[in-house]
């Protein structure tokens, strides 16, 4: 999980203010070895999440797993796939009562039907708003990346 992932595939009920942008994820360990989940927006080179400018800390404890130290954030969870080079993390959010989720991929861009293996999985899972889903523009990132 730790290093530097992609944004590919932003899924949720409401709209998100940056979806159309590709950005960068990376996942490092703190020194109390908690799992911190740091955003950048590919054109700015500003560390974000989604609409708030910050950095994540997922609690790692064994009793409450994947539980993220913020007061606006209720819960997160990371699932992992087959596939090693993809990844989720769908978060809950405390005061609204919504859910979205993120599929990070090691690579800026897969194949439609990669993503569609990880969508069903999602579906099994319970994530319940594909038909709403955002692909990240991939060239953007591709564009940015050359440079």
């Known amino acids: 999980v730790l290093g530097l992932w992609y944004g590919l595939q932003y899924l949720s009920p409401v709209p998100l203010r940056s979806n159309s942008e590709c950005r960068k994820y990376s996942f490092t360990l703190n020194s109390l070895s908690n799992l911190t989940w740091l955003a950048t927006r590919q054109r700015v080179g500003q560390p974000l999440l989604h609409d708030d ?26 699932m992992v796939f087959q596939d090693p080079s993809l990844l989720a993390v769908s978060v809950c959010q405390r005061p609204l009562e919504y859910d979205w989720t993120v599929v990070l991929g090691r690579q800026s861009s897969y194949q439609q039907e990669d993503l569609d293996r990880v969508n069903n999985q999602l579906r099994l899972a319970g994530v319940n708003h594909l038909e709403d889903a955002l692909l990240a523009n991939s060239t953007v990132c591709r564009l940015a990346e050359q440079h």
């Open 53 to 78: 400018d910050v950095t994540v800390t997922i609690n790692n404890h064994l009793e409450e797993p994947y539980l993220w130290d913020l007061q606006d954030v209720a819960s997160a969870a990371v």
